[in-house]
């Protein structure tokens, strides 16, 4: 009989023991605080389809003069977004609107800042064809990207069929749904438990957003937006972005925009849908001010009174909500 190796057996005892020890030492599993991101019936997600959608984000012949891509207005260090005021399309031209963060979108109800579109795959097609952003008639972009064959043998090999506009909505979807952020300080203090995540000034900032004032009436927690278009009072009159109002032409949506996630808010600058509002503390005295007064401005935006120590809690809490572990893929 062979004998066994002593080595073995104590190695063979650690392992068996070791998450015993681990619970004893105190040590946390990753508490998952999303739910699963739902994919649609009609577009499954699987790594090689999130791959391609990946190099299509990343892919600027997406667009008319092969200068910009998905990324140009989305970048990854920037959460996914370009810290413009507004975005620049091909030959720099300026878009309408600010660029929001695309992480966590695959728990979006709505797409667009009108939130007028149900899915990403719709929501992909719109950039391409704008004028002011890609400016490229669909049509043209396959018969480009039909002609790189790692895309005609990847849309093969994925989805059997030749490259299309399926195939290149449904992958950019995809890339899209799988860019998660869900594990800040804020989120180990408060779903991990770990008392010091974050500094006893964001503590006191989030008592002052959860418990005194209106600010989870919009931004609740985990994913810090109600999802749905609201008028905050940005303005007492509306220029020419009207908001929702471009989609059905009904007054009751002049100054609607979809209310963003908070979540990495402090790399997303410049705020608001039109980059109007440059700092957490701008924004932070536009709400205390009770906002300008439109007439379809949500009853929630009330007056309130802050003192410097209070807004400094305050923008520490929102600073706590920073997340950059998704960077991993792009360093």
């Given at each position: 009989m062979r004998k066994i190796d002593k080595s073995i057996l104590i190695i063979g005892g650690i392992l068996l023991v070791f998450p015993f020890l681990m619970q004893c030492s105190g040590a946390k599993e990753r508490v998952a605080i999303f739910?699963?991101?739902?994919?649609p019936d009609f577009n499954p997600s699987s790594e090689a389809k999130v791959e391609l959608g990946r190099k299509l984000f990343f892919d600027k012949r997406l667009s008319k003069d092969n200068?910009?891509?998905c990324a140009t207005c989305h970048l990854p260090e920037y959460a996914?977004?370009?810290?413009?005021?507004?975005?620049?399309?091909?030959?720099?031209?300026?878009?309408?609107?600010?660029?929001?963060?695309?992480?966590?979108?695959g728990y979006l109800k709505t797409v667009m800042f009108d939130a007028h579109l149900p899915t990403l795959e719709q929501q992909v097609i719109v950039p391409i064809q704008e004028h002011?952003?890609?400016?490229?008639?669909?049509?043209?972009?396959?018969?480009?990207?039909?002609?790189?064959?790692?895309?005609?043998?990847?849309?093969?090999?994925?989805?059997?069929?030749d490259f299309d506009a399926w195939v290149l909505t449904r992958s950019i979807a995809a890339f899209e749904r799988s860019l998660i952020s869900d594990n800040s300080n804020f989120d180990k203090f408060y779903y991990q438990k770990d008392k010091n995540a974050i500094s006893e000034s964001a503590k006191r900032g989030w008592k002052l957003f959860?418990?005194?004032?209106?600010?989870?009436?919009?931004?609740?927690?985990p994913h810090f937006t109600n999802f749905k278009a609201e008028d905050n009072g940005l303005y007492a009159e509306y220029g020419e972005d009207k908001g929702r109002f471009r989609i059905h032409h009904d007054t009751a949506d002049i100054g609607m925009f979809k209310v963003p996630s908070l979540r990495n808010i402090e790399l997303t600058f410049?705020?608001?849908?039109?980059?109007?509002?440059?700092?957490?503390?701008?924004?932070?005295?536009?709400?205390?001010?009770g906002g300008k007064g439109h007439f379809n401005q949500s009853q929630e935006i009330v007056a309130f009174e802050i003192d410097n120590n209070q807004k400094e809690d305050l923008i520490n809490f929102l600073n706590s909500l920073t997340d950059t572990s998704y960077m991993k893929a792009y360093r």
């Open positions: 739910e699963d991101v739902v994919h200068s910009v891509s996914f977004t370009d810290r413009l005021e507004v975005s620049r399309g091909v030959e720099g031209r300026r878009t309408e609107r600010n660029s929001p963060s695309i992480l966590n979108a002011v952003e890609m400016d490229m008639h669909m049509l043209d972009l396959l018969k480009k990207l039909q002609e790189v064959e790692e895309y005609a043998l990847a849309a093969k090999e994925i989805f059997d069929r959860s418990e005194e004032l209106y600010c989870t009436k919009c931004h609740p927690a410049p705020y608001m849908h039109d980059g109007s509002l440059k700092t957490l503390s701008e924004i932070i005295d536009h709400y205390s001010e």
